[in-house]
Nanobody, 121 residues
């Protein structure tokens, strides 16, 4: 069974920082592109950032310059460093990963269950 588990969420004041983690566990051959999504209250889920296995990244305009995605392939862990947080960043943050169960399998999509980030004074 493959699982993605997010951690690091919490309550932070405007202008503060948080670092989210997403650890992949279980039986799999490779972890390919990973990404972060978020869903605020009453809003649709939106893409935040993505990072390929080689380390190249892409960001939504709303977080560009403030958030940084990274990964430790040896630990199968994805990170999101969030700086200069604002109330509009309040959301449940979800980890997404494309993985192969074996060398002969097609990629499959996996999601974590989310971690709450609340930005409030």
């Amino acid at each position: 069974q493959v699982q993605l588990v997010e951690s690091g969420g919490g309550l932070v004041q405007p202008g503060g920082s948080l670092r989210l983690s997403c650890a992949a566990s279980g039986s799999f051959f490779t972890v390919n592109t990973m990404g972060w999504y978020r869903q605020g209250p009453g809003k649709q889920r939106e893409w935040v950032a993505s990072i390929r296995s080689g380390g190249s990244t892409n960001y939504a305009d709303s977080v560009k310059g403030r958030f940084t995605a990274s990964r430790d392939n040896a630990k199968n862990t994805l990170y999101l460093q969030m700086n200069s947080l604002q109330p509009e960043d309040t959301a449940v943050y979800y980890c997404r990963a494309w993985m192969q169960r074996s060398a002969w399998s097609a990629q499959s999509e996996y999601w974590g269950r989310g971690t709450q980030v609340t930005v409030s004074s």
